[in-house]
């Protein structure tokens, strides 16, 4: 057998090396966070596209591809969101990034050319959006995504930049024009960089060369469901756990073949299952509890007494899907909802594109969990729309936390429909179209908001009336992102800093109209003691003062950045270094005035502060 699958390596090499081509991306499709701005090409994904700009240079570059976080500093920062119970744990995506070649081909291998910080890719998948199938009259259009490569998030030393292949791939059984990218810059020490991706492939292939050598694991469609077999609930005396089927294989059977119908859970009520007949209900429901929804779904299939109890409702009061973005549609969100009806918190991110979760699909799931909902997240949801926004407000009356981040197809004025959310204590809207008034709504109408996102929302006219709105109605505010708020100035800033003095978490970076000479970082400080993060991030005129008043008046500081400034002292970096002992972050990239052989000599006397310092290569 060893023999015959190098003979089938052998043949597939040579007639790929005939055959292949070579495309750069062409395009971005979608992705899921960046460092710039949409209205600017530095430190963008869109930087993507294209042939090399930056490689064999490594280092800091703003025409590079940059994501907005990396390492772990935003999972325990105030703003951090409390994660889910049950959390796949073999899903560590973080980012993504969807890219388009010039012609479908079948791949061979894909080129990351990582410039800064490399590490962070995880997943790569290939997608097909022609693929044609049915098992009645006729054929129904969908989509399938298959997994080329998955890996573990890496920490790379060396200081040079690379070309990343991730490998061996397995063998695609379609062409493709489409590849994703997943990431995790969990263990990076500084932003990674990506410079340009490279798809190698051919335009066609043997038959006999896609084999299973290394086989990926693959999600299938039929308008909108998943192609399993068909599975009475009367059969399910004779289901049993199929062996070495992957979890999300399992999964899809567990969710599109098991029914739970009315009367079915009393005709289980069987008494031959050895020892658990013994144990208590409770008991039970404890174990499953701790186990993940895959397993959960593989459990229901052995035996009549655990079909029963992973069915359960009170299995299902969290649900994290995410991990399933691949698999979610109309069907599987229908399978659910007879298990959803004491659902708590929900979390939809990166599901449903491409037409599979439909609005009439959505609300009727939200008409089976919306009375006890308090969290949903929809990030990077393009089914989410102005009229999915109306359905949640009218039906999710005592939701708490709502996630739209980087939902790019609500128009601003949509946004007016989450002023109803009256308890809504978290709202992310990052790198979303809401405009002034429909903010303004939401401010005046959710007093107990704690934690509200408002990062790269150009549509926003003028910040400083938002800070001020602020202040005089979420009192409680504990945490704001403003990222790149061009029009916030020193009169908002200290409207803030004087009506929400709860603030444990200001994110100010890149608001450029903000300035020293002002007083405001001064006199916000002064009001805001309980400060834990602060970023100040390419403002240029944070100075020696500042940073004394971080010193003297934010002793509970943990995060600190003012990368860019030009106007700071080595005696004023030391006092916070000093006199904030909870600091654990700080980051001085480009303050011209700090020597790169201090900061080391500052990370040896300060074991406890992760100091930054970005680099770039000038030789």
């Not at 946004?415 to 005046?444: E, G, N, P, W």
Request: aromatic share 10%.
């Amino acid at each position: 057998m060893l023999i015959l699958e190098k003979m089938v390596e052998c043949t597939r090499y040579e007639f790929n090396k005939r055959n292949e081509v070579h495309h750069f991306a062409q395009e971005v499709i979608d992705f899921s966070s960046q460092y710039g701005s949409d209205t600017s090409i530095s430190y963008t994904i869109s930087n993507l596209a294209g042939q090399c700009n930056i490689y064999p240079s490594y280092g800091d570059y703003t025409q590079a591809a940059v994501f907005r976080t990396y390492g772990h500093w935003w999972k325990i920062c105030p703003s951090a969101p409390r994660p889910f119970r049950q959390t796949l744990r073999s899903f560590v995506s973080k980012d993504f990034i969807e890219l388009s070649f010039k012609e479908k081909v079948f791949p061979i291998k894909i080129e990351i050319y990582e410039t800064y910080n490399p590490g962070a890719l995880v997943r790569v998948l290939a997608c097909d959006t022609s693929c044609r199938f049915g098992k009645t009259k006729g054929s129904h259009t969908g989509v399938r995504w298959f997994v080329l490569w998955s890996g573990q998030p890496q920490y790379d030393v060396s200081s040079k930049a690379s070309i990343f292949i991730p490998g061996p791939l397995s063998s695609c059984p379609f062409p493709t024009d489409l590849i994703r990218l997943e990431f995790n810059s969990c263990l990076l020490e500084y932003y990674t960089e990506l410079d340009a991706v490279c798809l190698v492939g051919c335009k066609t292939t043997e038959p006999c060369l896609i084999s299973d050598i290394n086989s990926g694991d693959e999600v299938t469609y039929t308008n909108g469901s998943f192609e399993s077999l068909d599975i009475e609930s009367k059969d399910l005396d004779n289901i049993a756990c199929p062996r070495k089927l992957p979890s999300s294989e399992l999964f899809t059977r567990g969710l599109v073949q098991l029914h739970l119908q009315d009367g079915l859970s009393a005709a289980l009520d069987t008494f031959d299952n050895g020892y658990f007949d013994v144990l208590p209900q409770e008991v039970i429901q404890l174990i499953i509890s701790y186990l993940e929804l895959p397993s959960i779904c593989c459990l229901a299939m052995t035996c009549q007494l655990f079909y029963k109890h992973c069915y359960d409702p009170m299995q299902y009061i969290e649900l994290d899907l995410q991990p399933f973005w691949p698999k979610m549609s109309d069907l599987s969100l229908s399978d659910l909802c007879s298990r959803c009806t004491k659902l708590q918190r929900v979390n939809l991110s990166w599901c449903g594109n491409r037409g599979m979760i439909s609005l009439n699909g959505f609300k009727k799931f939200l008409s089976v969990c919306s009375v006890d909902l308090v969290c949903l997240r929809l990030a990077c949801c393009s089914f989410v729309d102005g009229a999915v926004l109306q359905c949640i407000a009218s039906e999710c009356v005592n939701l708490q936390e709502l996630d739209l981040h980087c939902c790019r197809r609500i128009v601003s004025n949509a946004f007016a429909h989450v002023s109803k959310l009256k308890k809504l204590q978290r709202f992310v809207a990052y790198r979303t179209s809401i405009d002034s008034s429909s903010l303004m709504a939401i401010i005046r109408s959710c007093p107990e908001m704690e934690h509200l996102n408002l990062g790269s929302c150009t549509t926003i006219q003028n910040y400083d009336d938002v800070a001020i709105n602020l202040g005089n109605y979420c009192r409680v505010l504990k945490s704001l992102d403003v990222w790149r708020a061009k029009t916030l100035t020193d009169i908002g800033l200290k409207a803030l800093g004087a009506g929400c003095q709860q603030l444990e978490e200001l994110d100010a970076g890149w608001c450029t109209d903000l300035h020293s000479g002002t007083g405001c970082f001064v006199e916000f400080t002064q009001n805001c003691s309980r400060l834990k993060k602060l970023f100040l991030t390419a403002n240029r005129t944070v100075c020696d003062r500042d940073l004394e008043a971080v010193a003297k008046y934010c002793r509970h500081l943990q995060q600190l950045d003012i990368l860019g400034t030009r106007e700071v002292s080595i005696q004023a970096i030391l006092r916070v270094l000093n006199e904030c002992k909870e600091l654990q972050f700080l980051d001085l990239s480009f303050c011209s005035g700090i020597e790169s052989s201090l900061i080391e000599i500052w990370k040896q006397k300060f074991p406890h502060v992760s100091i930054k310092r970005s680099y770039q290569d000038i030789s």
